[in-house]
């Protein structure tokens, strides 16, 4: 593909919630890690919104004449997924990977080029635990009882992405509920096993990651602890991309992402469409009904 690098890209930047020309870390690279989906059930518009947003970034990237690198990965280790295999009878992680199955072939029907890497959590598990050692290692995460929680207190620029206080984050509201933190605004790292849930053993004995530590580790794995872009809906500005900035420098000070971006909710009735509120579409509901071009 010819180079067209004369052609100035400006990105808008959630960090510095201004747009700024991209300039990728390594002439003629770009490194983009963008937040998948959660695999356990059919994914709705809102999922395809953010999709097609950034699948749009990264074909005009290659536009551009970039080498991208482009990774999206699929949370299938997760709360949301182990609740709905109980109520199915299922296996959570059987599940998770019919989920994972099914989007993919939704992005074909939506005609979205496939990521260079799919990575999924639980193949990644000796990079998760790996990198849960180093923020213990560097004294900014504490074990209880089998948990490993993050001392949201070690991150001085703690709230720099969403411009929230650690203080406004009162337990029971963003955070789960639990005595034996340290800090109300502490996240888990590593969740000890529960009887019926998937588990792997760690060095604090068997259980799962938590949701934020997952993409930390995968997204150093497959792009070192600095690259150009990361994306993902706007709701996962807060807690999720907050907790990973937080986690990542604690694991390696020299962590650092030129640009986040984030695309918006799609709305139904003014309301966020969303599994939990039950006003969503999914995309192969509309695709298989209303856009015969996809088959």
Request: charged residues 25%; negative net charge; glycine residues 6%.
């Given at each position: 593909?010819g180079?067209?690098?004369?052609?100035e890209?400006?990105?808008y930047?959630s960090m510095t919630?201004?747009?700024?020309?991209?300039?990728?870390?390594?002439e003629?690279k770009?490194g983009?890690?963008v937040?998948?989906i959660t695999a356990?059930?059919?994914?709705?518009?809102?999922h395809?919104r953010?999709?097609?947003?950034?699948?749009?970034?990264?074909r005009?990237?290659?536009h551009?004449?970039?080498?991208?690198n482009?990774?999206?990965?699929?949370t299938?280790?997760?709360d949301?997924?182990?609740n709905?295999?109980?109520e199915?009878?299922?296996n959570?992680l059987s599940?998770?990977d019919?989920?994972c199955?099914?989007y993919r072939?939704d992005?074909d029907?939506?005609?979205c080029?496939?990521?260079?890497h799919q990575p999924r959590?639980?193949?990644?598990m000796?990079?998760?635990?790996?990198?849960?050692?180093?923020?213990?290692?560097?004294?900014?995460a504490?074990?209880?009882?089998?948990?490993?929680?993050?001392s949201?207190?070690?991150s001085?620029?703690?709230?720099?992405l969403s411009?929230?206080?650690?203080?406004?984050?009162?337990?029971?509201?963003?955070?789960?509920?639990?005595?034996?933190?340290?800090?109300?605004?502490?996240?888990a790292?590593?969740?000890?096993?529960?009887?019926?849930e998937?588990s792997?053993?760690?060095?604090?004995?068997?259980?799962?990651?938590?949701?934020?530590?997952?993409c930390?580790a995968?997204?150093?794995?497959?792009?070192?602890?600095k690259?150009?872009?990361?994306?993902g809906?706007?709701d996962?500005?807060?807690?999720?991309?907050?907790?990973e900035?937080?986690q990542?420098?604690?694991?390696?000070?020299?962590?650092?992402?030129?640009y986040?971006?984030h695309?918006?909710h799609?709305?139904?009735?003014?309301?966020?469409?969303?599994k939990?509120?039950?006003?969503?579409?999914?995309?192969r509901?509309v695709s298989?009904?209303y856009?015969?071009f996809?088959n």
């Amino acid at each position: 593909m010819g180079n067209n690098r004369k052609e100035e890209l400006k990105v808008y930047n959630s960090m510095t919630q201004q747009k700024e020309v991209l300039q990728p870390l390594v002439e003629g690279k770009v490194g983009m890690y963008v937040c998948g989906i959660t695999a356990y059930d059919f994914s709705h518009l809102g999922h395809a919104r953010a999709a097609v947003a950034f699948d749009l970034l990264y074909r005009y990237l290659l536009h551009l004449g970039y080498e991208v690198n482009y990774v999206r990965n699929f949370t299938d280790v997760d709360d949301k997924i182990i609740n709905r295999a109980n109520e199915k009878g299922e296996n959570p992680l059987s599940l998770s990977d019919r989920f994972c199955q099914e989007y993919r072939k939704d992005m074909d029907d939506l005609q979205c080029f496939t990521p260079t890497h799919q990575p999924r959590v639980s193949d990644h598990m000796e990079q998760i635990k790996a990198m849960i050692q180093q923020i213990i290692d560097n004294g900014c995460a504490y074990v209880v009882d089998g948990d490993v929680f993050f001392s949201v207190d070690r991150s001085l620029d703690y709230g720099q992405l969403s411009r929230q206080r650690v203080e406004n984050h009162r337990a029971g509201e963003r955070v789960a509920v639990d005595s034996r933190k340290r800090d109300p605004a502490d996240f888990a790292l590593w969740k000890a096993a529960k009887p019926g849930e998937p588990s792997w053993e760690s060095p604090w004995g068997p259980g799962r990651p938590g949701w934020h530590i997952e993409c930390s580790a995968m997204s150093a794995h497959y792009l070192s602890h600095k690259f150009d872009i990361h994306g993902g809906g706007i709701d996962l500005i807060f807690p999720h991309h907050e907790n990973e900035i937080a986690q990542s420098r604690a694991a390696c000070p020299e962590t650092h992402i030129n640009y986040w971006m984030h695309n918006g909710h799609v709305t139904n009735n003014n309301e966020k469409m969303s599994k939990s509120l039950g006003n969503f579409f999914t995309i192969r509901d509309v695709s298989e009904n209303y856009f015969s071009f996809v088959n």
